[in-house]
């Protein structure tokens, strides 16, 4: 599995502008190929800062879509964000599922 990760900043007078496309990027990553699931993660500090997380069955399957039309279109509001979006890929091994109660 590779977990993708996209952190952005928007401007703070564009957040509305920005979570409509993250919305839209959202929407057609779960659709594309070898998508598993895809998350909209908003940091508890700076509520201008943004992380969408997605999981993919396998490296050529994120890096297809990020080269592809549907991610290049988001591309197009790096003019409302702070700085370049950073996309990472992570390879992951294992996963370990638990219920922790009190």
């Given at each position: 599995m590779i977990l993708a990760w996209i952190a952005i900043r928007a401007k703070p007078h564009k957040r509305a502008e920005i979570l409509s496309a993250v919305d839209d990027l959202i929407l057609r990553m779960r659709g594309a190929a070898g998508c598993s699931t895809g998350r909209l993660l908003i940091d508890?500090?700076?509520?201008?800062?943004?992380?969408?997380?997605?999981?993919?069955?396998?490296?050529?399957?994120?890096?297809?879509?990020?080269?592809?039309?549907?991610?290049?279109?988001?591309?197009?509001?790096?003019?409302?964000?702070?700085?370049?979006?950073?996309?990472?890929?992570?390879?992951?091994?294992?996963?370990?599922t638990r219920s922790f109660t009190a």
């Amino acid at each position: 599995m590779i977990l993708a990760w996209i952190a952005i900043r928007a401007k703070p007078h564009k957040r509305a502008e920005i979570l409509s496309a993250v919305d839209d990027l959202i929407l057609r990553m779960r659709g594309a190929a070898g998508c598993s699931t895809g998350r909209l993660l908003i940091d508890a500090d700076d509520p201008n800062a943004f992380t969408v997380l997605s999981e993919w069955h396998s490296s050529s399957d994120a890096e297809s879509f990020f080269r592809s039309g549907d991610y290049q279109a988001f591309r197009g509001v790096r003019i409302l964000l702070r700085g370049e979006p950073l996309i990472v890929l992570d390879e992951v091994q294992a996963r370990v599922t638990r219920s922790f109660t009190a």
